[in-house]
């Protein structure tokens, strides 16, 4: 038995790193409805690149497992960055995966289709080559390499693009804001993704991880198109006007950090999602469902 003593008290919550971000905010949704208890803390409450904060934090919360949805994710700005996106990305990981090996628990974290070169012209599995290309995608593989050295048992799941209904921080949102306005909005029409839908990630991933799954998986609707065609997808779900997307080439962006021309994901692990149009489409009833939910709140508490 672990000399170390914990300090919590009931049944063992899902610890949630990230807590305030797209992920950690997905997750607390998902485990709600799926009545999985969860203790959700954010950078401010706990560096994850911190040892003694993070076996404080284990001791004082007796979790099962780790879900890590912390990270830094400012791709461009991480050219310039490096030391605290690698802080991050790269060191905080493998101090939850030490910690993790120590108490003997399960760790789940999230790495990119960034890892990728972009010079395949299929999707990528598990298995292929990783030769990143910028800062963020270096921090993510070494990450990869770290954490699984140091827990093999560990749960490691690359994600590519993904849009959610529960923040506002994702391509498909500013896309829409833009064309539901009358604005144009500009897209890169030679860089080829694998779109995801977040619900369709978190409880994919939850899944894995509450059945002790290890190892690297890949989770991503199934489907490629470029950011460009993304955008005419959602418009046209959406019964926007897609003249309104005007696809142009990646380099006219001029952006810091390169990426792959081509960094869509598939498994070979047996991992099968939905289609994107099909992920498009729940989102808008998601968003349509979740403004609802958000103005029949502020009747109540107006009443």
Not at 16 to 33: D, K, P
Not at 38 to 47: G, M
Not at 249 to 275: D, M, Q, Y
């Amino acid at each position: 038995m672990n000399a170390i003593q914990s300090t919590a008290t009931g049944p063992q919550p899902l610890l949630i790193t990230g807590a305030h971000g797209t992920l950690g905010r997905a997750f607390q949704r998902v485990c709600e409805v799926r009545n999985l208890h969860t203790v959700c803390l954010n950078r401010e409450e706990l560096d994850i690149a911190d040892p003694v904060a993070v076996e404080l934090a284990l001791q004082r919360y007796n979790p099962w497992a780790i879900v890590n949805a912390a990270g830094y994710v400012r791709v461009d700005e991480a050219e310039n960055d490096a030391a605290v996106c690698y802080r991050v990305n790269t060191t905080g990981p493998k101090v939850l995966a030490e910690a993790c090996a120590h108490r003997d628990i399960q760790l789940l974290t999230f790495s990119s289709d960034l890892v990728f070169d972009g010079q395949q012209s299929v999707p990528y599995t598990e298995d292929d080559a990783k030769r990143p290309l910028n800062v963020y995608g270096r921090s993510k593989s070494l990450a990869e390499r770290d954490v699984l050295t140091t827990l093999p048992q560990a749960l490691v799941v690359r994600t590519s693009a993904f849009f959610g209904p529960w923040d506002e921080y994702n391509f498909v949102h500013y896309a829409l804001q833009a064309m539901r306005g009358g604005r144009v909005f500009e897209a890169a029409a030679d860089l080829q993704i694998s779109p995801t839908y977040v619900p369709d990630l978190v409880n994919t991933a939850l899944d894995l991880l509450i059945d002790e799954e290890c190892g690297i998986w890949h989770i991503a609707n199934r489907g490629t198109c470029t950011w460009a065609q993304l955008a005419q997808m959602a418009s046209e779900a959406a019964g926007l006007n897609t003249a309104l997307v005007r696809p142009r080439p990646a380099a006219e962006f001029r952006w810091p950090a390169p990426r792959p021309a081509f960094s869509a994901l598939s498994s070979g692990r047996g991992i099968v999602l939905p289609t994107v149009e099909d992920g498009l489409g729940r989102y808008l009833h998601d968003i349509g469902a979740e403004e609802c939910s958000l103005r029949g709140e502020a009747l109540r508490e107006a009443s």
